[in-house]
């Protein structure tokens, strides 16, 4: 008896369930194995990786997820008014799809917001353009890239597209990294769990959720078609936004061309391709396509034939008699047409030259990256 009672107090020390049935036959303690009293404790599964929260004003992929969602179902061919698309964004701030910085902001702020997105004062915007700067203010890596980064992705996503047609199917797609992947954290630093100061294992499930793969599922729904397939091209123009229009414009032109020199040159039909990723159709209802491939031939031959030192110096010349000097550019421009030359420009030449000034301002600002949350806050 002592005995028994000495393994039960002793459990009960240690707040111990009994693991198996305790007998006393005649004065010894049997501890009976085949009568457990308590079922082993079962192996636990670990726990689905959860999305950390983000700071103020940058959404997590799943809120970028739920966001795109409500878009699509909103305006399927990606154009909205600006209206509409402001009411949509404060709906979903009230149901929390947008963070908790976004609570409380009007839809009049939310149109300010947007405003820069229509820069031809069409009250159309294109939604897609709206969500992909969301995603860069939510995703650093986005705007790191160079203009090497994204000739460099060209090559890889081509490599997965077995046709060469331009498109991707879901598999193909998930078959390359993109760059927002691998260049997800800087080795070395806390995030890198291989380095000295890597995480615990406890905070090392905190931190396993894949956010830039999640990122990348999001960017399928945005962009698929009714094949099922994705333009790479089109999303990698689209993910070129940056600060600084003049780098966002010189990685859409390396995309367009497949060109890793920062200061490759595009021709008309590239060109086109950049102010227009999904082209030019959709947008002309709204009044959001001004310029036609024959518009933008025309500006990049001005600006190529007004480089030259003959071309400047005859609209120089043109111009002291009264006539407009791109006059002179577009003579010449068409000189050069004749002689079999196709006309080539840099993302320089575009930007700072006054032939290039009205593409820049009305098409190519979809490359110039808008802070949607500081704005809210300052109209």
């Known amino acids: 008896m002592s005995a028994l009672e000495g393994v039960i107090k002793e459990a009960a020390l240690e707040g111990l369930p009994l693991q ?10 049997i501890v009976d194995e085949g009568l457990r009293l308590t079922p082993p404790a079962p192996v636990l599964p670990r726990p689905e990786p959860r999305e950390p929260p983000m700071p103020a004003g940058q959404l997590s992929a799943t809120q970028l997820g739920k966001l795109v969602k409500k878009l699509s179902k909103l305006a399927p061919d990606g154009w909205v008014k600006l209206a509409d698309a402001a009411q949509a964004l404060c709906n979903c701030a009230a149901i929390g799809i947008l963070p908790e910085g976004w609570h409380g902001v009007s839809q009049s702020q939310m149109m300010a917001a947007l405003r820069p997105f229509d820069p031809t004062h069409t009250t159309y915007v294109e939604w897609r353009e709206v969500v992909c700067s969301l995603i860069a203010a939510s995703f650093s890596a986005i705007m790191k890239a160079t203009s090497a980064d994204m000739a460099d992705q060209v090559t890889m996503l081509n490599e997965a597209d077995d046709n060469k047609d331009g498109l991707l199917t879901n598999a193909q797609w998930k078959k390359i990294d993109l760059w927002f992947q691998y260049k997800a954290f800087l080795p070395g630093s806390a995030e890198d769990l291989e380095a000295s100061s890597a995480l615990t294992p406890e905070q090392q499930q905190k931190q396993a959720y894949d956010r830039a793969t999640a990122l990348k599922a999001v960017l399928w729904d945005m962009f698929v078609d009714g094949t099922q397939q994705v333009d790479f091209r089109t999303v990698l123009l689209y993910l070129s936004i940056d600060r600084d229009i003049f780098s966002g414009i ?47 031939q025309t500006v990049v031959s ?78």
């Open 302 to 379: 001005t600006i190529y034939e007004s480089r030259k030192p003959a071309a400047a110096a005859a609209a120089g010349s043109t111009a002291t008699k009264g006539a407009p000097a791109a006059a002179a550019a577009a003579a010449a421009a068409a000189t050069a047409a004749e002689a079999g030359i196709t006309p080539t420009v840099t993302a320089e030449q575009l930007i700072y030259s006054a032939g290039g000034e009205r593409l820049v301002a009305q098409v190519l600002h979809r490359y110039q990256w808008k802070d949607i949350y500081v704005a809210t806050k300052l109209a």
């Open 250 to 296: 010189k990685k859409a032109i390396s995309i367009a061309t497949h060109n890793i020199a920062t200061n490759a040159r595009a021709d008309g039909a590239q060109v086109m391709r950049v102010a227009y990723p999904v082209g030019p159709e959709l947008g002309k209802p709204f009044g959001r396509s001004p310029f036609d491939l024959e518009g933008v």
């Open 20 to 29: 198996a049935d305790l007998k006393l036959v005649d004065d010894q303690l």
